[in-house]
Nanobody, 124 residues
Framework: QVQLVESGGGLVQAGGSLRLSCAAS????????MGWFRQAPGKERELVGG????????NYADSVKGRFTISRDNAKEPVYLQMNTLKPEDTAVYYC?????????????????WGKGTQVTVSS
């Protein structure tokens, strides 16, 4: 059974950076489109961005464009979310998701496989 595990969250000051990782156990995720979502307290889960299975195409929410970068190397499985110039409004639990459709569709259609999330807290 495939499990996704996020790591790399933590507390950072505004303007700082964090890199989140999403790794899988039980099966390779290299064949899947991957997405990152986040959920802040009292808010709905929202798409941060996605990357295609081959890693050739990414898309991002307007709120993170130019600051966040999703990457993957299929030879080495973690999918990464590099977050720069963090803002307090980026504070949320961040989740990775496998097998969905994250671009050119509104709302995005996540796959059925989720990690448990990692907390990111940005202090002002």
């Amino acid at each position: 059974q495939v499990q996704l595990v996020e790591s790399g969250g933590g507390l950072v000051q505004a303007g700082g950076s964090l890199r989140l990782s999403c790794a899988a156990s039980g099966r390779t995720i290299s064949i899947y489109n991957m997405g990152w979502f986040r959920q802040a307290p009292g808010k709905e889960r929202e798409l941060v961005g996605g990357i295609t299975s081959a890693g050739g195409s990414t898309n991002y929410a307007d709120s993170v464009k130019g600051r966040f970068t999703i990457s993957r190397d299929n030879a080495k499985e973690p999918v990464y979310l590099q977050m720069n110039t963090l803002k307090p409004e980026d504070t949320a639990v961040y989740y990775c998701n496998a097998g969905g459709y994250y671009r050119d569709i509104d709302p995005p259609s996540p796959g059925g496989l989720w990690g448990k999330g990692t907390q990111v807290t940005v202090s002002s």
